[in-house]
């Protein structure tokens, strides 16, 4: 069993920087890959970023990529989202999440993820 916990999120005007962290507990959080997805009103939620187990590999959606970066510290239980060059559209709930796959083309995808955090809100004003 894992418990996730996000903090971080907040109002920002467009153009600034969010760091989002996701507190884990359990002593087997480095058996998971873990992952960011978004949830904007009345949307579906969606893939965000993801990171291996190790944290050697990380994985974006198309529309973060360059602009998000996704890092874990073991040691700590932690996992992070760096969010840069805020634009409106990213206004949304950011949750984080565990997976145990080991399969890249997955990692992307909600119903692979097994726990979930309560959700951090971000608002970006333009």
């Known amino acids: 069993q894992v418990q996730l916990v996000e903090s971080g999120g907040g109002l920002v005007q467009a153009g600034g920087s969010l760091r989002l962290s996701c507190a884990a507990s359990?002593?087997?959080?480095?058996?998971?890959?873990m992952g960011w997805f978004r949830q904007a009103p009345g949307k579906e939620r969606e893939f965000v970023a993801a990171?291996?187990?190790?944290?050697?590999?990380?994985y974006y959606a198309d529309s973060v990529k360059g602009r998000f970066t996704i890092s874990r510290d073991n040691a700590k239980n932690m996992v992070y989202l760096q969010m840069n060059s805020l634009k409106s559209e990213d206004t949304a709930v950011y949750y984080c999440?565990?997976?145990?796959?080991?399969?890249?083309?997955?990692?992307?995808?909600?119903?692979?993820?097994?726990?979930w955090g309560q959700g951090t809100r971000v608002t970006v004003s333009s």
């Open positions: 999440a565990a997976t145990d796959t080991l399969r890249v083309g997955l990692m992307s995808r909600t119903d692979e993820y097994i726990y």
């Open positions: 359990g002593r087997t959080f480095s058996r998971y890959a």
């Open positions: 990171i291996s187990r190790s944290g050697v590999s990380t």
